[in-house]
């Protein structure tokens, strides 16, 4: 069996637009990917045009391993967040091939089940008023539609340093939200790296009585030496990884100590393999993964091959209830949560099928997401500033 061809297909949304790459096959069976880039969708479509004729056209979507290894160092240039973003989308696409042909799931492949159910949590649902009755009330619908965890970052365009008056609405924000959602779900706190070590610190004692299951991103990404100053003077569990694009990359966290949860982004670094690599590395290290996910149902569906075959696998993220729930209808199959959980299936391959026709009537946007600016949790159109 040999590639004979890519199609990429771009699902536009105001705030984000979702990359989906189908590989074609000599003897017609077809697999699928996905990712979603912030501002890079047109270089990573351009990436994937001279990556077919260069590394991908004529591989046998058997031998994933060489396709990754050429793809990632045939270049000679470091792959970063495009590169890998690519490989993922075609790695992805070639273990759904995989699948199908043989007749069994990805996590078959991946050295079968070790559970038949993967709990979600919910993020995306918090665009309404950022006031503490409007945000309790969102979380309320959340847990009534049967998830048992959800993620918010409370701390509007905040940067570096949080003022008091600001860091008492967050306060508000969380307090309303977990007296809304009782004791027993999970409520992950979202930084998105914002913070310097000082505040991340300050404003970890201040949402303690509130039990966040995690801190995410409290720093920003680039030096885990912060991140390890933060980690040394909270008792809450860390978690990071969703911006390291290499699972290489995640050798210094790693001997750092510094997260107690890892989030790599499948559509980011590499694909399914790259990340079934990375959590039997991080078991080692007693460390559980709960990876990014702001993609579609393809990007879900990959995930969950992972997690059914993953020891150390925590939690999926999981945005399509609630933003852009519309896009769920593209894909065949899409994963559903019910009663906060993804029930396993045996579908082979990745077990969805992407409807290209239906995918059309959402064409690519030019779409924004600015963090640092104000109302950006409403995931509303942002203009240039």
């Known amino acids: ?32 990917g996905e990712t979603r880039m912030l501002g890079h969708t047109d270089a990573l479509l351009g990436y994937l045009r001279e990556a077919q004729h260069n590394h991908i056209l004529g591989s046998d979507p058997f031998a994933v391993e060489d396709l990754v290894r050429r793809m990632k160092y045939g270049d000679y240039g470091r792959a970063g967040e495009i590169v890998m973003s690519g490989i993922a989308c075609v790695e ?44 309790a009330e969102a979380a309320r619908a959340v847990v009534d539609r049967g998830y048992r965890a959800l993620k918010i970052d409370p701390f509007g365009a ?34 998105h790296g914002r913070f310097s070590p000082a505040t991340a610190v300050r404003l970890a004692r201040e949402f303690a009585p509130f039990q966040p299951a995690w801190l995410e991103e409290p720093v920003p990404p680039e030096n885990l030496k912060a991140l390890a100053k933060v980690a040394a003077k909270t008792d809450l569990p860390i978690a990071t990884g969703e911006r390291i694009h290499d699972r290489i990359e995640f050798r210094e966290l790693f001997d750092s100590a510094a997260a107690d949860i890892i989030q790599p982004d499948l559509g980011h670094i590499g694909g399914i393999g790259e990340t079934r690599k990375l959590a039997a590395t991080a078991e080692t290290h007693y460390m559980l993964v709960a990876p990014h996910n702001v993609g579609g149902s ?8 992972v997690g059914f075959s993953t020891p150390n696998f925590k939690i999926l993220e999981h ?11 593209l894909v065949k199959g899409a994963p559903e949560v019910v009663d906060g959980y993804f029930t396993r299936t045996d579908a082979p391959g990745l077990g969805v099928e992407f409807d290209a026709e239906a995918a059309a009537e959402f064409p690519q946007q030019q779409a924004r997401f600015d963090l640092w600016a104000e109302g950006w949790e409403k995931r509303a159109p942002q203009v240039n500033r």
């Open 1 to 32: 069996m040999r590639i004979t061809r890519l199609d990429t297909h771009v699902v536009g949304t105001p705030w984000r637009n979702l990359t989906y790459v189908v590989v074609h096959t000599d003897e017609g069976l077809t697999g699928v």
């Open 92 to 135: 992805m696409a070639c273990w759904d091939i995989k699948g199908k042909a043989l007749g069994v799931p990805v996590w078959q492949l991946l050295g079968g089940a070790v559970t038949d159910r993967v709990k979600a949590y919910a993020n995306g649902w918090y665009t309404t008023e950022r006031t503490p009755e409007a945000y």
């Open 158 to 191: 905040g940067r570096f340093e949080l003022s008091h008056a600001e860091t008492m609405q967050a306060v508000a924000l969380i307090e309303a939200i977990r007296h809304a959602i009782g004791p027993e779900v999970e409520l992950m706190l979202e930084m």
């Open 298 to 305: 393809v990007l879900t569906a990959a995930s969950l091959q």
């Open 319 to 329: 945005f399509n209830d609630f933003a852009d729930a519309g896009i769920k209808h």
